[in-house]
């Protein structure tokens, strides 16, 4: 051991930190899908940088208010966790359930609202990209839950008590930010929904709401622009 090791207490990033037991056959896997709310982190920040929606920026801030509220929530009720070995912190409600439970309220009620009905789809592919939503990202939710559960991080009443909590706010946040500005244009969301996509920040900053446009989000739309594109430049051999 050096003598900087000696003289420095070090201490973990309990972020990404995760214990789990090595003769068990599922804990490596849980592990990696416990990590899940970060990698969602940095997927947000992607899609909000290169795509530039409204919906994604909003949903992001929801979730970043989620985590907020957690964070209070803690402090508030001071509940430990099952086991103080894999780490310090309150154990109640689970960030890592209320994080996911947020995540896909928000997500399928989306789907359910703004996209194109199962019923009217053409396409195969879209078809099948709706289904893997609606069941995959349920089940991954779910999967992240209970891997709370299993590294003994938290018990099945912290788990489901921030699974609710998740659910109940992105809920609470897809009325008030997509749902009645869509279908209540004259509310005070509507209003203020109009006005920000019309202000000259969104128009700098490319702000936009595709799905005010295109059913899809624009991906055919845009898919259509490139091919235009794509085949005139062909026809005058600059590609």
Known sequence: MSVYQQQVHLESLSLTHVLYDPNDPVGRLLALLTLSPMILVSMYTIVVLLRRELLISTMFAGQLGCEGVNWILKRMFKRERPMDYVGTGYGFPSSHSQFMG???????????????????????????????LYVGVPIWSAAVCYSRYHLTYHTVFQVTAGAGIGVAIGAIWYILVEYLPVFYPSSFFGTWRTWF????????????????????????AEWGVWKIEWDRKRKDKKI
Request: aromatic content about 14%.
């Open 102 to 132: 947020y995540f896909v309220a928000f997500l399928v009620l989306h789907l359910w609202f703004r996209e194109t009905p199962m019923g009217r789809l053409q396409d195969p592919l879209s078809k099948t990209r709706k289904i893997i």
């Open 197 to 220: 996509l019309q202000s000259d920040v969104a128009s700098r900053f490319r702000i936009r709401d595709s799905w005010a446009v295109w059913s899809d989000g624009g991906t055919d």
